[in-house]
Protein backbone atom coordinates (compact mmCIF):
# COMPACT_ATOMS: atom_id res chain seq x y z
CA UNK A 1 0.00 0.00 0.00
CA UNK A 2 2.07 3.29 -0.93
CA UNK A 3 -1.07 5.51 -0.01
CA UNK A 4 0.72 9.15 0.88
CA UNK A 5 -0.30 10.77 4.29
CA UNK A 6 -3.32 11.99 5.04
CA UNK A 7 -2.50 15.70 6.34
CA UNK A 8 -0.55 15.75 3.36
CA UNK A 9 -3.68 15.52 1.38
CA UNK A 10 -5.56 18.42 3.78
CA UNK A 11 -2.42 20.67 3.41
CA UNK A 12 -2.92 21.09 -0.48
CA UNK A 13 -6.89 21.23 0.26
CA UNK A 14 -5.68 24.04 2.93
CA UNK A 15 -3.90 25.78 0.15
CA UNK A 16 -6.69 25.63 -2.50
CA UNK A 17 -9.15 26.58 -0.33
CA UNK A 18 -9.84 29.40 -2.65
CA UNK A 19 -10.53 27.14 -5.92
CA UNK A 20 -13.56 25.34 -6.13
CA UNK A 21 -13.20 22.22 -8.32
CA UNK A 22 -16.31 20.94 -7.33
CA UNK A 23 -18.09 18.73 -9.42
CA UNK A 24 -15.41 19.81 -12.17
CA UNK A 25 -14.45 16.43 -14.67
CA UNK A 26 -10.98 16.52 -15.08
CA UNK A 27 -8.09 13.99 -17.28
CA UNK A 28 -5.04 13.35 -15.47
CA UNK A 29 -2.81 11.63 -17.96
CA UNK A 30 0.47 9.61 -15.94
CA UNK A 31 -2.09 9.86 -13.25
CA UNK A 32 -0.52 6.37 -11.63
CA UNK A 33 2.52 8.42 -11.52
CA UNK A 34 4.33 9.81 -8.82
CA UNK A 35 3.36 13.67 -9.51
CA UNK A 36 -0.05 12.20 -11.13
CA UNK A 37 -1.14 10.24 -8.44
CA UNK A 38 -0.72 13.10 -5.85
CA UNK A 39 -2.92 15.16 -8.13
CA UNK A 40 -5.52 12.52 -8.66
CA UNK A 41 -5.52 12.25 -4.67
CA UNK A 42 -6.04 16.51 -4.62
CA UNK A 43 -8.64 16.72 -7.04
CA UNK A 44 -10.89 14.01 -5.69
CA UNK A 45 -10.62 15.76 -1.98
CA UNK A 46 -11.44 18.52 -3.49
CA UNK A 47 -14.84 17.17 -4.76
CA UNK A 48 -13.69 17.00 -8.67
CA UNK A 49 -14.18 13.88 -11.03
CA UNK A 50 -11.11 12.09 -12.17
CA UNK A 51 -10.28 10.06 -15.23
CA UNK A 52 -6.44 8.86 -14.52
CA UNK A 53 -5.10 7.43 -17.95
CA UNK A 54 -1.65 5.59 -17.75
CA UNK A 55 0.05 2.84 -19.36
CA UNK A 56 1.92 1.92 -16.23
CA UNK A 57 5.33 2.36 -17.84
CA UNK A 58 6.81 4.32 -15.18
CA UNK A 59 3.76 4.77 -12.60
CA UNK A 60 1.89 2.01 -10.49
CA UNK A 61 -1.22 1.10 -10.07
CA UNK A 62 -0.60 1.03 -6.08
CA UNK A 63 -0.19 4.43 -6.02
CA UNK A 64 -3.99 4.77 -7.05
CA UNK A 65 -5.29 1.46 -5.27
CA UNK A 66 -6.79 3.81 -2.56
CA UNK A 67 -8.84 5.68 -5.11
CA UNK A 68 -10.41 2.50 -7.09
CA UNK A 69 -13.79 1.71 -6.80
CA UNK A 70 -14.18 5.30 -5.41
CA UNK A 71 -17.17 7.24 -6.49
CA UNK A 72 -16.11 9.56 -9.68
CA UNK A 73 -12.69 8.19 -9.85
CA UNK A 74 -11.76 6.23 -13.40
CA UNK A 75 -8.47 4.57 -14.53
CA UNK A 76 -8.19 3.71 -18.18
CA UNK A 77 -5.17 1.60 -19.12
CA UNK A 78 -3.71 3.49 -22.38
CA UNK A 79 -0.93 4.94 -23.84
CA UNK A 80 -1.55 8.85 -24.22
CA UNK A 81 0.32 8.64 -27.77
CA UNK A 82 -2.17 6.90 -29.39
CA UNK A 83 -6.22 8.31 -30.06
CA UNK A 84 -8.44 8.82 -27.06
CA UNK A 85 -12.52 9.09 -27.23
CA UNK A 86 -13.28 9.46 -23.09
CA UNK A 87 -17.07 9.42 -22.69
CA UNK A 88 -16.88 12.30 -20.25
CA UNK A 89 -17.44 15.95 -20.51
CA UNK A 90 -14.44 17.58 -19.46
CA UNK A 91 -13.56 20.91 -17.70
CA UNK A 92 -9.83 20.37 -17.14
CA UNK A 93 -6.79 18.21 -18.99
CA UNK A 94 -4.10 17.59 -17.42
CA UNK A 95 -0.75 16.09 -19.24
CA UNK A 96 1.60 14.80 -17.17
CA UNK A 97 2.68 11.41 -19.15
CA UNK A 98 6.40 11.03 -19.29
CA UNK A 99 8.65 8.99 -18.15
CA UNK A 100 11.31 11.46 -15.97
CA UNK A 101 14.51 9.58 -14.17
CA UNK A 102 17.77 10.43 -15.29
CA UNK A 103 18.26 6.12 -15.88
CA UNK A 104 15.06 6.54 -18.52
CA UNK A 105 16.36 9.21 -20.23
CA UNK A 106 19.16 6.36 -21.55
CA UNK A 107 17.09 3.27 -21.57
CA UNK A 108 13.91 5.08 -23.47
CA UNK A 109 14.30 7.89 -25.26
CA UNK A 110 11.89 6.91 -28.06
CA UNK A 111 8.89 6.61 -25.52
CA UNK A 112 9.62 9.73 -24.03
CA UNK A 113 9.61 11.56 -26.87
CA UNK A 114 6.59 10.38 -28.07
CA UNK A 115 4.93 11.15 -24.83
CA UNK A 116 5.74 14.66 -24.77
CA UNK A 117 5.53 15.02 -28.65
CA UNK A 118 2.27 13.27 -30.01
CA UNK A 119 0.69 12.57 -26.43
CA UNK A 120 0.71 16.45 -25.99
CA UNK A 121 -1.29 16.61 -29.29
CA UNK A 122 -3.26 13.99 -28.80
CA UNK A 123 -4.34 14.96 -25.29
CA UNK A 124 -4.52 19.03 -26.53
CA UNK A 125 -7.16 17.58 -28.97
CA UNK A 126 -9.03 16.14 -26.18
CA UNK A 127 -9.08 19.87 -24.36
CA UNK A 128 -10.25 21.14 -27.54
CA UNK A 129 -12.57 19.09 -28.22
CA UNK A 130 -14.39 19.82 -25.01
CA UNK A 131 -13.42 23.11 -24.91
CA UNK A 132 -11.40 22.51 -21.70
CA UNK A 133 -8.64 23.70 -20.09
CA UNK A 134 -5.20 22.46 -20.36
CA UNK A 135 -2.07 22.26 -18.32
CA UNK A 136 1.43 20.78 -19.71
CA UNK A 137 3.76 19.24 -17.20
CA UNK A 138 6.68 20.64 -18.94
CA UNK A 139 10.34 20.40 -16.97
CA UNK A 140 13.08 23.13 -15.71
CA UNK A 141 14.79 20.89 -18.20
CA UNK A 142 13.77 23.23 -21.13
CA UNK A 143 16.02 25.70 -19.76
CA UNK A 144 19.09 23.34 -20.61
CA UNK A 145 22.03 24.73 -18.46
CA UNK A 146 20.96 27.94 -17.97
CA UNK A 147 23.07 30.75 -17.65
CA UNK A 148 20.95 32.70 -15.74
CA UNK A 149 20.09 31.75 -12.35
CA UNK A 150 17.71 31.45 -10.68
CA UNK A 151 16.18 31.09 -14.14
CA UNK A 152 13.21 33.24 -14.95
CA UNK A 153 10.54 32.15 -17.32
CA UNK A 154 11.93 34.39 -19.60
CA UNK A 155 14.93 32.19 -20.19
CA UNK A 156 15.30 31.17 -23.84
CA UNK A 157 17.51 27.79 -23.21
CA UNK A 158 21.06 26.77 -23.29
CA UNK A 159 20.50 22.83 -24.82
CA UNK A 160 22.72 20.93 -27.50
CA UNK A 161 19.58 18.75 -28.56
CA UNK A 162 22.28 15.68 -29.21
CA UNK A 163 22.65 15.05 -26.04
CA UNK A 164 21.42 12.20 -23.86
CA UNK A 165 19.13 14.02 -21.46
CA UNK A 166 17.78 15.84 -24.90
CA UNK A 167 15.23 13.05 -25.55
CA UNK A 168 13.52 14.70 -22.23
CA UNK A 169 14.19 18.61 -22.56
CA UNK A 170 13.34 18.89 -26.40
CA UNK A 171 10.33 17.09 -26.15
CA UNK A 172 9.16 19.38 -23.74
CA UNK A 173 10.35 22.28 -25.78
CA UNK A 174 8.07 20.60 -28.29
CA UNK A 175 5.23 19.80 -26.14
CA UNK A 176 5.34 23.31 -24.97
CA UNK A 177 5.54 24.43 -28.86
CA UNK A 178 2.11 22.42 -29.38
CA UNK A 179 0.87 23.94 -26.28
CA UNK A 180 1.14 27.94 -28.15
CA UNK A 181 -0.20 26.27 -31.54
CA UNK A 182 -2.88 25.16 -29.95
CA UNK A 183 -3.39 28.70 -27.93
CA UNK A 184 -2.78 31.01 -30.97
CA UNK A 185 -4.52 28.65 -33.65
CA UNK A 186 -7.75 27.74 -32.11
CA UNK A 187 -7.94 30.11 -28.56
CA UNK A 188 -7.49 27.42 -26.05
CA UNK A 189 -6.83 27.70 -22.77
CA UNK A 190 -3.30 26.10 -22.41
CA UNK A 191 -1.43 27.20 -19.66
CA UNK A 192 2.40 25.39 -19.50
CA UNK A 193 4.01 24.79 -15.74
CA UNK A 194 7.92 24.14 -15.85
CA UNK A 195 8.18 22.09 -12.82
CA UNK A 196 11.27 22.13 -10.76
CA UNK A 197 13.25 19.08 -9.24
CA UNK A 198 10.16 17.46 -7.05
CA UNK A 199 10.36 14.45 -3.91
CA UNK A 200 8.21 13.44 -1.80
CA UNK A 201 6.09 10.04 -1.22
CA UNK A 202 5.70 7.33 -4.09
CA UNK A 203 8.79 8.25 -5.68
CA UNK A 204 10.87 5.33 -7.28
CA UNK A 205 14.23 5.10 -5.86
CA UNK A 206 15.52 3.75 -9.81
CA UNK A 207 19.21 2.82 -8.83
CA UNK A 208 22.21 4.38 -9.56
CA UNK A 209 20.79 6.84 -11.95
CA UNK A 210 17.67 7.53 -10.40
CA UNK A 211 16.80 10.79 -8.85
CA UNK A 212 18.63 12.01 -6.26
CA UNK A 213 16.56 12.58 -3.21
CA UNK A 214 14.82 8.98 -3.08
CA UNK A 215 18.19 7.02 -4.44
CA UNK A 216 19.85 9.11 -1.57
CA UNK A 217 17.40 8.14 0.74
CA UNK A 218 16.99 4.17 -0.27
CA UNK A 219 21.02 3.98 -0.49
CA UNK A 220 21.14 5.62 3.36
CA UNK A 221 18.28 3.14 4.60
CA UNK A 222 19.86 -0.10 3.51
CA UNK A 223 23.40 1.25 4.28
CA UNK A 224 24.46 1.18 1.14
CA UNK A 225 26.95 3.58 -0.49
CA UNK A 226 25.24 7.14 -0.67
CA UNK A 227 26.39 8.05 -5.14
CA UNK A 228 27.24 11.27 -5.36
CA UNK A 229 28.01 12.28 -8.67
CA UNK A 230 31.53 14.86 -9.70
CA UNK A 231 31.81 16.09 -6.45
CA UNK A 232 28.44 17.03 -5.64
CA UNK A 233 28.88 20.73 -6.30
CA UNK A 234 26.15 21.01 -9.03
CA UNK A 235 22.96 22.39 -7.00
CA UNK A 236 19.23 21.44 -7.20
CA UNK A 237 16.43 23.47 -5.47
CA UNK A 238 14.09 20.46 -4.22
CA UNK A 239 10.46 20.92 -4.20
CA UNK A 240 8.15 18.84 -1.44
CA UNK A 241 5.13 17.22 -3.56
CA UNK A 242 2.35 18.75 -1.34
CA UNK A 243 3.94 22.28 -2.46
CA UNK A 244 4.57 21.38 -6.12
CA UNK A 245 0.70 19.65 -6.28
CA UNK A 246 -0.81 22.78 -4.96
CA UNK A 247 0.79 24.82 -7.40
CA UNK A 248 0.26 23.11 -10.21
CA UNK A 249 -3.84 22.90 -9.44
CA UNK A 250 -3.69 26.74 -8.26
CA UNK A 251 -1.82 27.37 -12.48
CA UNK A 252 -4.48 25.35 -13.60
CA UNK A 253 -7.13 27.01 -11.92
CA UNK A 254 -6.33 30.51 -11.55
CA UNK A 255 -8.22 33.77 -13.19
CA UNK A 256 -5.58 35.47 -14.67
CA UNK A 257 -3.22 32.65 -15.43
CA UNK A 258 -4.96 31.74 -19.03
CA UNK A 259 -2.16 30.88 -20.92
CA UNK A 260 0.94 31.63 -18.74
CA UNK A 261 3.88 29.72 -18.36
CA UNK A 262 5.10 29.53 -14.87
CA UNK A 263 7.79 27.84 -12.99
CA UNK A 264 6.60 26.10 -10.00
CA UNK A 265 9.12 25.00 -7.61
CA UNK A 266 11.02 25.93 -4.61
CA UNK A 267 13.91 28.29 -5.10
CA UNK A 268 16.01 27.15 -2.02
CA UNK A 269 19.65 25.93 -3.89
CA UNK A 270 21.21 23.17 -2.19
CA UNK A 271 24.74 21.34 -3.60
CA UNK A 272 23.89 17.91 -4.02
CA UNK A 273 26.96 16.85 -1.66
CA UNK A 274 25.12 19.08 0.80
CA UNK A 275 21.89 16.87 0.00
CA UNK A 276 23.45 13.69 0.26
CA UNK A 277 24.69 14.52 3.77
CA UNK A 278 21.25 16.26 4.52
CA UNK A 279 19.27 13.00 4.55
CA UNK A 280 22.64 10.80 5.74
CA UNK A 281 22.27 12.87 8.84
CA UNK A 282 18.22 12.49 8.86
CA UNK A 283 18.42 8.99 8.49
CA UNK A 284 21.12 8.26 10.98
CA UNK A 285 22.68 6.14 8.74
CA UNK A 286 26.33 4.95 8.61
CA UNK A 287 26.94 4.65 4.56
CA UNK A 288 29.54 6.40 3.20
CA UNK A 289 29.45 8.78 0.53
CA UNK A 290 31.04 7.38 -2.99
CA UNK A 291 31.97 9.86 -5.96
CA UNK A 292 30.77 8.90 -9.24
CA UNK A 293 31.89 10.86 -12.90
CA UNK A 294 29.91 13.42 -13.10
CA UNK A 295 27.13 12.27 -16.59
CA UNK A 296 28.48 14.75 -19.75
CA UNK A 297 25.28 16.77 -19.56
CA UNK A 298 24.20 17.07 -16.04
CA UNK A 299 23.01 20.46 -14.98
CA UNK A 300 25.53 22.34 -12.95
CA UNK A 301 22.89 24.93 -11.39
CA UNK A 302 19.03 24.84 -11.34
CA UNK A 303 17.29 27.22 -9.17
CA UNK A 304 13.70 28.77 -10.33
CA UNK A 305 12.96 32.18 -10.21
CA UNK A 306 9.42 32.23 -8.96
CA UNK A 307 8.53 35.69 -8.90
CA UNK A 308 5.81 35.11 -11.59
CA UNK A 309 4.44 32.12 -9.99
CA UNK A 310 3.92 34.69 -6.51
CA UNK A 311 2.38 37.26 -8.12
CA UNK A 312 0.07 35.24 -10.31
CA UNK A 313 -1.12 32.59 -8.08
CA UNK A 314 -0.55 33.52 -4.92
CA UNK A 315 1.81 30.62 -4.06
CA UNK A 316 4.96 30.05 -3.02
CA UNK A 317 6.51 26.52 -1.41
CA UNK A 318 5.32 26.55 2.46
CA UNK A 319 7.60 23.38 3.10
CA UNK A 320 11.46 23.47 3.64
CA UNK A 321 13.60 20.57 2.53
CA UNK A 322 14.67 19.37 5.67
CA UNK A 323 10.93 19.19 6.70
CA UNK A 324 9.95 17.55 3.35
CA UNK A 325 13.14 15.13 3.32
CA UNK A 326 11.67 14.07 6.91
CA UNK A 327 8.00 13.21 5.63
CA UNK A 328 9.59 11.41 2.17
CA UNK A 329 12.31 9.33 5.06
CA UNK A 330 8.88 8.27 6.62
CA UNK A 331 7.54 7.06 3.97
CA UNK A 332 10.78 5.08 2.37
CA UNK A 333 11.51 3.48 5.55
CA UNK A 334 7.72 2.04 5.41
CA UNK A 335 7.91 1.32 2.09
CA UNK A 336 11.65 -0.32 1.96
CA UNK A 337 11.50 -2.62 4.53
N1 LIG B 1 9.05 14.87 -10.46
C1 LIG B 1 9.73 15.90 -10.92
O1 LIG B 1 10.62 16.41 -10.25
C2 LIG B 1 9.40 16.49 -12.26
C3 LIG B 1 10.16 17.60 -12.69
C4 LIG B 1 9.87 18.17 -13.92
C5 LIG B 1 8.82 17.68 -14.69
N2 LIG B 1 8.10 16.62 -14.25
C6 LIG B 1 7.03 16.13 -15.12
O2 LIG B 1 5.90 15.74 -14.38
C7 LIG B 1 5.27 14.60 -14.98
C8 LIG B 1 5.15 13.48 -13.96
O3 LIG B 1 6.47 13.11 -13.53
P1 LIG B 1 6.69 12.09 -12.33
O4 LIG B 1 7.85 12.56 -11.58
O5 LIG B 1 5.43 11.85 -11.62
O6 LIG B 1 7.13 10.79 -13.14
P2 LIG B 1 6.49 9.31 -13.12
O7 LIG B 1 7.36 8.49 -14.01
O8 LIG B 1 6.29 8.85 -11.73
O9 LIG B 1 5.06 9.54 -13.79
C9 LIG B 1 4.84 9.55 -15.16
C10 LIG B 1 3.60 8.72 -15.44
O10 LIG B 1 3.30 8.78 -16.84
C11 LIG B 1 2.98 7.47 -17.29
N3 LIG B 1 3.28 7.45 -18.73
C12 LIG B 1 4.48 7.58 -19.33
N4 LIG B 1 4.33 7.55 -20.66
C13 LIG B 1 3.00 7.39 -20.91
C14 LIG B 1 2.22 7.28 -22.09
N5 LIG B 1 2.78 7.32 -23.30
N6 LIG B 1 0.88 7.13 -21.96
C15 LIG B 1 0.29 7.07 -20.74
N7 LIG B 1 0.98 7.17 -19.59
C16 LIG B 1 2.32 7.32 -19.68
C17 LIG B 1 3.84 6.55 -16.45
O11 LIG B 1 3.37 5.22 -16.40
C18 LIG B 1 3.78 7.25 -15.10
O12 LIG B 1 2.68 6.79 -14.35
C19 LIG B 1 6.12 14.23 -16.18
O13 LIG B 1 5.56 14.81 -17.34
C20 LIG B 1 7.45 14.88 -15.87
O14 LIG B 1 8.16 15.18 -17.04
C21 LIG B 1 8.38 16.01 -13.06
Redesign the pocket.
Known sequence: MVSCPDNDIINIGEYLRDIDLAGKTVLV??G?????SWVCDALMYKGARVLC???????AEENIAHLRGKDGFQFIK????QPLQPDLKLDLVIH??????PFEFERFPE?II??NTQ?TLIALGIAREFGATFLF?????VYGDPSLVPTPESFAGNIDPTKMRSCYSVS?RCGEAYVAAFRRQYGLDARVAR????YGPRM?ADGIYG?AVPRFISQALRGNDITVFGQGRQTRSFCYVTDQVAGLLRLATSPGAEGEVVNIGNDTEITILETAEMIKRLTGSQSQLAFYPLPEDDPIRRCPDIGKARRLLGWEPRVGLEEGLRKTIAWFDGAVQ
Open positions: TGAGFLGVDNLSSGHDITMASRASEQAGASSSEKIFNTRR
